[in-house]
């Protein structure tokens, strides 16, 4: 059985000299803390399409991720949990002979089977029909590179909700990879509030278009509550710039809070800036969703 998420996560107040100067209030949502195997927006995503696996029938989930992906190990944690199979789709043929990284071990130790496959090829079978994985693979419940599909971001509208008292004054912050985060998050907000994603890659046009499309297949319809900052992507997916990193562990240092750095530290950083250039309206208050956990410490 899959251990159940421990919810409301935490709204932890920050003392924060830069947004105080601001005028602006601080707030972590700390769901980090949500579920030990499967934390962050991975439970938010995950859980409902884990629900609707065990309700369908199925026996095996299958899902797609780089040689490092949190999707991919908390998809193998929960099958594992559930009792599941489940297979991963791995982006880089040349990993099927190295060692294992990792990422990778920990996933194969929660019992998912690894196909590497050619860039060229993950491409196609990540974005394509599944036909082809169907037949390799038996039926199984795919789920999309990232988890984010229409019930993902019905998940992610679960954390606004949690959330008492928001108005015209919120604005909520999350990190942007596939989107299904933001999407979610801005479809759950009460009118007033607003949502701002912080994109951790490069992906100007591209970005928006993946959360209205997220939105429009959950809801059947858009939101204009919402936008999204390309500023802070430090170079792009994965990259984690000098200033990230010196950011994150003062940041670390100063309110004791674990910042996971590719998605997190980014999004911490933007709000933090926004705020040193005035950007922020006084008196809005800001709540990061603390959306993941950093790496475990490569073994
Ligand atoms: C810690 C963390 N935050 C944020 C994201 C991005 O969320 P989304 O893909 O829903 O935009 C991810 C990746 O899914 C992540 O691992």
Redesign the pocket.
């Known amino acids: 059985m899959l251990a159940p998420a421990v919810l409301p996560t935490p709204l932890q107040v920050l003392a924060d000299p830069v947004a105080a100067r601001a005028g602006v209030e601080l707030r972590l949502k700390r769901d980090d803390l949500a579920h030990p195997a499967v934390p962050?927006?991975k439970w938010r995503?995950l859980a409902p399409n884990l629900d609707g696996a065990v309700a369908d029938g199925h026996t095996r989930l299958l899902t797609f991720g780089g040689a490092y992906s949190?999707?991919v190990r908390a998809v193998a944690a929960a099958a594992q949990a559930l009792g599941l199979a489940s297979t991963g789709v791995i982006r880089g043929d040349e990993l099927a002979m190295a060692p294992r990284n990792w990422s990778l071990r920990a996933a194969e130790a929660a019992g998912m089977e690894l196909e590497f496959v050619s860039r060229a090829a993950y491409r196609a079978l990540a974005t394509g029909e599944h036909g082809e994985l169907l037949r390799r693979w038996g039926r199984c419940l795919v789920l999309p590179e990232?988890g984010?599909n229409a019930l993902a971001v019905r998940g992610a509208a679960e954390i606004p909700a949690e959330i008492p008292g928001l108005g015209e004054r919120d604005l909520l912050c999350c990190?942007?990879?596939?989107?299904?985060?933001?999407a979610g998050i801005a479809a759950g907000l009460p009118p007033g509030a607003r949502a701002l994603g912080v994109a951790v890659l490069r992906g100007e046009g591209y970005l928006e278009r993946e959360v209205t499309d997220l939105q429009l297949a959950a809801y059947g319809r858009e939101f204009d509550n919402w936008r999204i900052h390309h500023g802070h992507h430090g170079g792009g997916y994965g990259r984690v710039p000098a200033e990230v990193q010196t950011f994150a562990a003062e940041f670390e240092q100063r309110h004791g809070v674990p910042v996971?750095r590719r998605?997190?530290a980014k999004t911490l950083l933007a709000v933090h800036d926004l705020a040193a250039a005035g950007e922020l309206a006084p008196g809005t208050r800001v709540t990061v969703v603390v959306?993941?956990l950093p790496d475990p410490v490569a073994a």
């Open positions: 962050g927006n995503k949190t999707h990232g984010s990190p942007v990879g596939t989107g299904g985060t933001l996971e998605y997190v959306t993941g």
